[in-house]
T-cell receptor, first 113, second 111 residues
């Protein structure tokens, strides 16, 4: 089944404790991205990657890192999480940079205390 | 910069037709997409318009007018399961073709 998976689905952590949210897709997509969703603000792009070893900042990259060492994986790293990073995070992938359809993962609900 | 405007909430009756409008301002418009999201779920793709006109997919249609920087999503024969949030999103060639989302329209379908 074609899908985007994220882990963990739920995470409660404390300020400053490094964490990684994994994202994997099995559709051989080149383009992957991370979004955060907050009430009243819609989906905002954090980082995106056009292919292996090619990443770039989205609208709200501060406090986040990403890497794209393999085509299928695009982890999101929070080196020192803060409470304002409490949010619902979605990973997404698409065939190419301008493909009309993005496929979203199930989401990761992160709470930083 | 860019911005997208869509109504925050819409209510409609089961079986009716509802139109959700989206206006946008962007310097490098490449296409307008629509996504549906049920509470707590992942957004799912509904429709995409790169050219002016109407695209129809079953009960859902989407329209684009690039000259007016305007589009809409039309939902026909509304069903209770259509209660969800609907997001318009613009792809902008001036920002790496990133997909920029509006804040979403919450649609409530009532019996």
């Amino acid at each position: 089944e074609a899908q985007v998976t994220q882990n963990p689905r739920y995470l409660i952590t404390v300020t400053g404790k490094k964490l990684t949210v994994t994202c994997s897709q099995n559709m051989n997509h080149e383009y992957m991205s991370w979004y955060r969703q907050d009430p009243g603000l819609g989906l905002r792009q954090i980082y995106y990657s056009m292919n292996v070893e090619v990443t770039d900042k989205g609208d709200v990259p501060e406090g986040y890192k990403v890497s794209r060492k393999e085509k299928r994986n695009f982890p999101l790293i929070l080196e020192s999480p803060s409470p304002n990073q409490t949010s619902l995070y979605f990973c997404a992938s698409s065939l190419g940079q301008v493909a009309d359809t993005q496929y979203f993962g199930p989401g990761t609900r992160l709470t930083v205390l | 910069g860019q911005s997208l405007e869509q109504p925050s909430e819409v209510t409609a009756v089961e079986g009716a037709i509802v139109q959700i409008n989206c206006t946008y301002q962007t310097s490098g418009f490449y296409g307008l997409s629509w996504y549906q999201q049920h509470d707590g779920g992942a957004p799912t793709f509904l429709s995409y318009n790169a050219l002016d006109g109407l695209e129809e997919t079953g009960r859902f249609s989407s329209f684009l007018s690039r000259s007016d920087s305007y589009g809409y999503l039309l939902l026909q024969e509304l069903q209770m399961k259509d209660s969800a949030s609907y997001f318009c999103a613009v792809r902008d060639s001036n920002s790496g073709y990133a997909l920029n989302f509006g804040k979403g329209t919450s649609l409530l379908v009532t019996p």
